[in-house]
């Protein structure tokens, strides 16, 4: 990311306003410019934001050119709090918005320093790592309770327990169908909402295998095909199609050209929008396909049998690939933009 000199104009990809950036100690206190002399922002070199369907929370780093022995005069002890306000030059949605401060948002939670190197006399560099609240509270407390009902409703008990994650920010949840009594065995809360998603199926579809994260807007309880059809049971449109592209140069259909030494046939807010698009690295979750473990997994072929020690019931359920292939939604097909 980099800031901008104009906060309601976007000049380049990456551009963002940061009206400022507060390292609160322990006991609430914020370094000012009363004690080091000018505004924290001024030490950032970087800010980064890491938010994943893999990854239970948003996660991340802030590095820090130090002219002020930022770290001895805190000092920092890994107790301390980070609030800022990032927006798109120009926004005025709250969507636009990512907003840590501890007034109207949600502060992060630094809990870990790498990458500490002496870059000349008086001069320091190093990362801060950040996470939000939930995931120090993940690592701290542990669940050990029994629950009964919808997964939904268990997940939302968790989340909302001032003895476990006790969250205060807003989740979005896909009812689900089927109920049970569980057992969560000490363990993190997390790890616990995770269990419950290998086991929840969706209320609203025939799709299973839920995802548990976290955005710079709240959480989600939701299923994977969830994210790819609207409420009304209709494939989604796509909100952007990226692609992967050397850096620094344009693709069109008429022509190819750089950006250094020649006239770009992309000009202003278009040449802004195709540089967003473009992906910068990325890489396969799984770049193999092996017949044998899918088909020992079930992939292609199952038969599952559900008894109820209660009522002295079954039920059988079969699945083939190939004959209920086309009853749920894929992420390939025709792409259509919104």
Do not use: W
């Not at 548990?212 to 609207?230: V, W």
């Amino acid at each position: 990311m980099s800031t901008v000199s104009h906060p309601d104009t976007i000049e380049f990809a990456g551009d963002y306003n940061l009206s400022s950036i507060v390292i609160h100690n322990h006991e609430g206190e914020g370094i000012t410019q009363d004690k080091i002399g000018h505004d924290i922002k001024h030490l950032v070199a970087e800010l980064n934001i890491y938010e994943s369907i893999y990854k239970n929370a948003v996660t991340g780093s802030v590095v820090i050119t130090d002219t002020t022995n930022l770290i001895a005069n805190l000092p920092l002890q890994g107790t301390e709090t980070l609030s800022f306000k990032v927006s798109t030059p120009g926004a005025s949605k709250q969507d636009h918005i990512i907003d840590a401060t501890q007034k109207t948002g949600h502060p992060f939670h630094i809990y870990k320093l790498t990458d500490k190197k002496q870059l000349s006399e008086g001069l320091l560099a190093y990362t801060l790592h950040f996470g939000s609240r939930e995931f120090m509270r993940n690592v701290r407390t542990r669940v050990s309770k029994a629950y009964s009902g919808r997964f939904d409703q268990m997940i939302a008990s968790i989340f909302g327990d001032k003895k476990y994650l006790d969250s205060r920010k807003q989740l979005n949840f896909q009812r689900t169908r089927n109920q049970d009594k569980i057992v969560i065995p000490n363990i993190h809360p997390f790890a616990a909402i995770n269990m419950l998603c290998t086991k929840a199926l969706a209320d609203d579809s025939k799709s299973a295998g839920y995802h548990f994260y976290e955005t710079t807007k709240g959480f989600h309880f939701r299923s994977f095909e969830s994210l790819l059809i609207t409420s009304n049971q209709q494939r989604r449109k796509a909100k952007q199609v990226f692609r992967y592209v050397p850096q620094n140069i344009i693709d069109t259909s008429s022509e190819n050209t750089t950006d250094v030494g020649e006239t770009s046939p992309l000009q202003g807010n278009e040449k802004i929008m195709y540089n967003l698009q473009s992906v910068e690295s990325y890489k396969f979750l799984n770049n193999f396909h092996d017949t044998t473990l899918n088909t020992l997994m079930g992939t292609y072929g199952q038969r599952v049998l559900t008894h109820n020690i209660y009522d002295k019931s079954y039920s059988v359920a079969d699945y083939d690939y190939h004959k209920y292939f086309n009853d749920t939604f894929h992420t390939d097909g025709k792409i259509i933009l919104q």
